[in-house]
């Protein structure tokens, strides 16, 4: 990956993959790996695609963000 792709892993397993420091996709423990569903460019998108696979759930962006706290979603 980039030095605009990142990941913070949280204390109870989730880890929550950034493109540019917006979070689009996430590893949760129970569930597996997931995205939200909001198109952003094409770096981004593979950013998502490459960290939790194209064919990853895509969640609506207000189940998303609930999955994701409490990293900040821009």
Partial sequence: ??????TVNLADGRIVALSYGVPVA??????????????YSVTTSKHANAF??????RLPKAEFRALVAPVEVK
């Fill in 52 to 57: 939790a696979g194209k064919d990853a759930p």
């Fill in 26 to 39: 996430a590893f949760v423990p129970g569930r597996g790996y997931v995205q939200i569903d909001e198109r």
């Fill in 1 to 6: 990956m980039t030095t605009n792709f990142s």
